[in-house]
């Protein structure tokens, strides 16, 4: 299958009261292990090249393994740039082949968080590709973004009205409690405030911060409104975990891989099975 705009794939899982996962791919191993899953299921799913990836070199290259796997997949894949914060970078993914891309302007003003994803917004203008945007900024580590629990904050409703009456994003990550990284106490998530935005016509919502969260939070935050959902960190633990356990077991190179591919795999299925979104391909 082409590769999918992430704008009508998020529409029609907002219009079907489901959510369409997002896993942080930061391998070619880990994205076909994860489209293994999403075959398997029948399910459309968001495969993101985070920031990582790119401080690592391999942006372009990723992005090309992982656009031959997605157009040799028999369900929707879209290729997504995770917390963007620089229009250089944009740019490069386009060029790229991405067919979603995430401004995080979310460190800046209101005003200027507007006026930057009104540029990306322009820059994706007429070339298949979904924008998300982020309000209220996610506490945690992920990649090189770190946000303290002091800068951190959920979003005022009022912000989220007012940014929506001057720029209109294809898709909303808005702070609502979650934080990247594992929880080390468990988080108070504003079902209210995902709700109240949603009734607002919002774009459909993402929620950052997936990893650790219990089946029971999730279903709740999509049964909110919720349309997207961001798997990082517990999905490199995954691996990570499969991976030592096959090097202390000296399997050999080759077979650790193939367990650690197998465990996302596992991983992958479970998350794909609480969004809903199984069969909606
Ligand atoms: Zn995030």
């Known amino acids: 299958m082409t590769i999918q705009n992430l704008a009508p794939m998020l529409a029609a899982a907002s219009a079907g009261g489901y959510a369409v996962a997002q ?16 075959a398997t299921l029948r399910a459309p799913v968001i ?13 372009a290259p990723l992005a090309a393994g992982l656009r031959t ?3 040799a997949a028999e369900v929707p894949v879209c290729l997504h740039l995770d917390h963007s914060e620089s229009l250089s970078q944009i740019q490069r993914a386009i060029q790229a082949g991405f067919s979603g891309i995430m401004i995080d302007a ?3 003003p209101l ?24 309000l ?11 946000v303290s629990e002091d800068e951190a904050g959920k979003v005022g409703f009022a912000t989220v009205s007012a940014f929506l009456e001057k720029v209109r994003p294809d898709a909303l990550a808005v702070a609502v409690g979650t934080a990247h990284g594992l929880y080390t106490r468990p988080p108070e998530i504003d079902f209210a405030l995902i709700r109240q935005v949603r009734d607002l016509g919002a774009p459909p919502l993402v929620l950052h911060g997936g990893s650790g969260l219990s089946e ?13 959902l961001n798997f990082a960190t517990e999905l490199r633990k995954v691996c990570l975990d499969a991976l030592v356990a096959a090097a202390t ?9 193939a367990s650690a591919a197998d465990a996302v795999t596992d991983f992958a299925a479970r998350k794909l099975e609480i969004t809903g979104s199984a069969g909606k391909r």
């Open 23 to 38: 896993f942080n791919t930061d391998t070619l191993e880990i994205g076909q292990a994860v489209l293994r899953a999403a």
């Open 47 to 59: 495969l993101a090249i985070g920031q990582g990836v790119d401080r690592a070199g391999r942006l």
């Open 69 to 71: 796997m997605a157009e």
């Open 106 to 108: 979310s460190a800046h």
């Open 111 to 134: 005003a200027a968080n507007i006026e930057q994803t009104r540029r990306v917004l322009a820059l994706c203008a007429g070339r298949n590709i979904g924008v998300e945007a982020e």
């Open 136 to 146: 209220g900024r996610v506490a945690g580590v992920e990649d090189d973004l770190v």
């Open 216 to 228: 029971e939070i999730l279903r709740e935050a999509i049964a909110c409104g919720i349309a997207k």
């Open 249 to 257: 077991s000296q399997s050999g190179f080759m077979p650790a891989l």
